[in-house]
């Protein structure tokens, strides 16, 4: 590969077009780094016009964007800081109110031109520290899903049928995944391609998904086993007598 070749190739993995890449590496490198407030404000201001955003988004110093046109942000989205959002064709799409902490990484990766790449988010949704999204085979979540620390969430396989051939010369699967509304992923859960996570589920800590699982289960272990059901009033018994604490976030948001 030439060198003309290679920048065309890095160029493409950083923005949609090389003037928008010298715009946005201009106002990133300008703004990036100011800590404060006032960072936060002059990013929400000037980062406005490097990508799709329902108001002033909330971003912390040293977010990292590629590909911003392809970056879409519901009002009240918060970015924390070492955030990273790699929008390749496909993109991410953020729903309002929803918080990425310090290190999460949402990367679409779509350097091979997958059909249903992209990562798709709803409403008030929270994203621990240093959780990772890898959305080649497109990954949709729903409203009101928090993740705890650590999470893996990747729409993506390697093929590894031939032991003749090196793994990465045969190719990859990408199925996608779907978390519906109201989920909870423990710390350290891993979700695998082709998997759906019904509705109202919780997955235990460490828990590794690698089948589907039906709304409101309580699964755990590795592979991930469900054990009970959020319905069933025994399997949430030792919670009901719990003291339950909330906090400003969520009158914030009544």
């Not at 350290?188 to 828990?207: E, P, Q, W």
């Not at 949430?236 to 400003?248: D, L, S």
Request: include cysteine; charged fraction near 15%; charge should be positive.
């Amino acid at each position: 590969m030439g060198m003309l070749q290679e920048l065309s190739y890095y160029l493409k993995s950083q923005s949609t077009s090389l003037p928008r890449y010298v715009l946005e590496q201009a106002v990133m490198t300008l703004l990036g780094g100011l800590p404060s407030i006032v960072g936060v404000g002059l990013r929400g201001i000037a980062y406005k016009a490097l990508l799709k955003s329902e108001g002033l988004p909330l971003i912390e110093h040293s977010v990292r964007l590629l590909s911003p046109a392809n970056i879409r942000l519901g009002k009240g989205v918060y970015l924390d800081s070492g955030v990273y959002l790699n929008a390749l064709p496909g993109g991410i799409s953020i729903g309002a109110g929803t918080n990425l902490m310090h290190g999460v990484i949402f990367h679409v990766f779509n350097y091979r031109g997958l059909p249903k790449a992209g990562i798709t988010v709803g409403k008030n949704c929270f994203f621990g520290e240093y959780t990772c999204i890898r959305g080649q085979g497109g990954v949709r979540i729903g409203d009101g899903v928090y993740t705890g620390t650590q999470v893996n969430i990747a729409a993506v396989n390697h093929v590894f049928a031939d032991p003749e051939r090196f793994i990465k010369d045969q190719g990859i699967t990408a199925d996608g995944i779907v978390i519906e509304d109201d989920v909870w992923l423990g710390s350290n859960v891993t979700v695998v391609d082709g998997v759906t996570i019904g509705k109202g589920s919780i997955v235990g800590a460490g828990g590794v998904v690698t089948k589907s699982i039906p709304p409101y289960s309580i699964a755990v272990g590795v592979p991930a086993k469900v054990i009970g059901d959020r319905r069933d009033p025994e399997a949430v018994k030792r919670f009901n007598n719990a003291q339950v604490f909330f906090g400003e976030l969520e009158n914030l948001r009544k």
